[in-house]
């Protein structure tokens, strides 16, 4: 049994592929487990390109936890020019890697997706970008942007905003909300229009919604709670 949660892992599945050459046949044929540790801190760079061989066609996943600046350059650069490979961009160093994420996934279908945790430097809401499409995604977080998105199957939005005055729209969010039907967890901070809903605003409609955690004045929350 693997802890996949950190580079020892890495070194146990290497360890398994030198027992004797059956096993070693067996652990170079796991191509999920490759592509699990693919994006482990490596203490040797010119590894990643011999683990992502492994790897094959398999799901590559960043979910290691690690302190900033861990991912290597080839590991930050494939990263960032392959995302319909990855079923989770998780990473902590996701948030380091120096990316206009708006940029790099506006249009892109990501078809193996299901949880993202996404930070950029440049803090825009990219409301006119293409969507990212993502059809088995159900977990977002946006830390400090955001960007349109199509999750059918989404179960947990996150987004948290950081610049002061970048709120959204107050017809684009409800028209974001509802459609999002499956949405259980829902978590807004600093997103929140600040100017008063007009009378006639449609209401957002979440059926399965069971937790919400708004960040926003008094005044701001009451006004969106009304709807």
Avoid at 1 to 22: K, M, P, Q, Y
């Amino acid at each position: 049994t693997f802890n996949l949660r950190n580079s020892d892992a890495l070194r146990g599945l290497i360890t398994l592929t030198h027992v004797c050459r059956e096993w070693r046949a067996i652990g170079l044929n796991i191509s999920e487990l490759w592509g699990d540790l693919a994006f482990v801190p490596l203490r040797n760079p010119q590894a990643f390109g011999t683990i992502l061989d492994r790897s094959r066609n398999a799901p590559l996943c960043t979910k290691t936890p690690g302190g900033p600046h861990t991912l290597n350059p080839a590991q930050t650069a494939y990263l960032i020019s392959h995302p319909e490979r990855f079923r989770r961009l998780a990473h902590p160093d996701v948030s380091y890697v120096a990316c206009d994420w708006a940029a790099a996934l506006s249009g892109k279908e990501l078809p193996l997706l299901e949880h993202a945790v996404l930070n950029s430097k440049k803090l825009r809401l990219n409301l006119t970008h293409a969507p990212l499409k993502a059809p088995a995604l159900g977990h977002l977080w946006f830390s400090s942007f955001f960007m349109p998105f199509v999750a059918p199957k989404l179960s947990e939005l996150r987004i948290f905003i950081t610049k002061a005055g970048l709120t959204f729209p107050s017809d684009y969010l409800i028209t974001l909300l509802n459609e999002l039907p499956t949405l259980t967890e829902l978590e807004l901070h600093g997103c929140l229009p600040d100017k008063t809903w007009d009378e006639n605003t449609s209401n957002i409609t979440l059926p399965h919604l069971v937790s919400v955690t708004l960040g926003a004045s008094c005044s701001t929350l009451a006004h969106f709670l009304s709807i």
